[in-house]
């Protein structure tokens, strides 16, 4: 029944380590969202595809990779955590290109880094 | 890039109270200003939103108005309840750059 959907909602970890987020949608959306909001709040966009091409990338370090194996999911890989890089991360969704688009967004996984 | 300024960054009502809450953008192409709301613990929801051929949207208790020349919008809430109490987001330039957020508390 859940529209967007994360997992895990929770990951704690070391720094060094490799890590995966999983994000699914099953609202037939054709653009899917990576954010990041660190602990004051901030929201800030990462990535963003559109039928599972890349159609944004900020200034994120080479450390995350995006894929996306099909329309429905969008997946964010992370390697040599860092501190820094302990965050909640949202996994979002739109009908099209985000400019006229309400985004979806999923539940958020946090990410500890220790 | 399209800098989102967004005001207060705290906001303290009593309950049946009305709330506003700002935003300006610098960027004139944005075009669709959403409002989000974040309950804790979870990810944003779209309240209401608004497109640049528009002044003015209400739904129910909540309205948005948006003044283009001025590069401002703003978040209404009037009748206050505390189940508003939330983080709200505004969104410009292609709905992709927040605002810092506001914390509404509502108090009985």
């Known amino acids: 029944d859940t529209a967007v959907s994360q997992t895990p909602k929770y990951l704690v970890t070391q720094m060094g380590n490799d890590k995966s987020i999983k994000c699914e949608q099953n609202?037939?959306?054709?653009?899917m969202y990576w954010y990041k909001q660190d602990s004051k709040k901030f929201l800030k966009i990462m990535f963003s595809?559109?039928?599972?091409?890349?159609?944004i990338n900020e200034t994120v370090p080479n450390r995350f990779s995006p894929k996306s194996p099909d329309k429905a999911h969008l997946n964010l890989h992370i390697n040599s955590l860092e501190l820094g890089d302990s965050a909640v991360y949202f996994c979002?969704?739109?009908?099209?290109?985000?400019?006229?688009?309400?985004?979806?967004f999923g539940p958020g996984t946090r990410l500890t880094v220790l | 890039g399209e800098n989102v300024e967004q005001h207060p960054s705290t906001l303290s009502v009593q309950e049946g109270d009305s709330a506003v809450i700002k935003c300006t953008y610098s960027?004139?192409?944005?075009?669709?200003f959403p409002w989000y709301k974040q309950e804790l613990g979870k990810g944003p929801q779209l309240i209401i939103d608004?497109?640049?051929?528009?002044g003015e949207k209400k739904d129910q208790r909540i309205a948005v108005t948006l003044n283009k020349t001025a590069k401002h919008f703003s978040l209404h809430i009037t009748e206050t309840q505390p189940e508003d109490s939330a983080v709200y987001f505004c969104?410009?330039?292609?709905?992709?750059?927040f605002g810092k957020g506001t914390s509404l508390l509502v108090t009985p």
């Open positions: 979002a969704s739109s009908p099209g290109p985000t400019g006229y688009n309400e985004q979806f």
């Open positions: 609202l037939g959306h054709d653009t």
């Open positions: 595809y559109n039928n599972k091409e890349l159609i």
């Open positions: 960027d004139s192409a944005s075009n669709y």
């Open positions: 608004i497109r640049s051929n528009v």
């Open positions: 969104a410009a330039l292609y709905a992709l750059n």
